[in-house]
């Protein structure tokens, strides 16, 4: 999707501070932090909402989590707890159409999110 911000960090058009990666998903760090660690997992095809996901995604989906695994082992997450969010439509919090799961963590987090 020549538009997408995501798309041109996939394609490295766009800097990103990347994690680290795997054969269809990428894990880079937010621009905006919200806490230590604060990590966006995409995958590399433009999807733009969890809504949109098909069938055929469903690989794709489970490398997302896979990933996510690497970045919370990189960041030393795995005893301390975290939270792997995905926000969905703009009334749902999401601003970028690409979909991505948060990683937080590394500071104390509470539930509800606002
Ligand atoms: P969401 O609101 O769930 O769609 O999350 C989008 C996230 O993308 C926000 O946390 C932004 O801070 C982050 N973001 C926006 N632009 C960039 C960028 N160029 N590089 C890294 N993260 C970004």
């Known amino acids: 999707m020549p538009d997408c911000l995501f798309c041109k960090i996939v394609h490295r058009e766009i800097p990103a501070d990347i994690v680290c990666e795997s054969e269809h ?19 590399k095809k433009h999807i733009a909402t969890a809504n949109d996901i098909s069938p055929e995604d469903k690989d794709v989906i489970g490398e997302l989590y896979l990933l996510a695994q690497k970045v919370i082992e990189i960041e030393g997450l795995i005893s301390s707890g975290h939270r792997l969010v995905m926000n969905v439509g703009a009334g749902g919090g999401q601003s970028v159409f690409h979909i991505h799961l948060h990683v937080i963590g590394g500071r104390s987090l509470s539930w509800p999110p606002g």
């Open 25 to 43: 998903a990428l894990a880079f760090r937010d621009i905006s932090p919200v806490a230590p660690t604060h990590v966006l997992v995409i995958p």
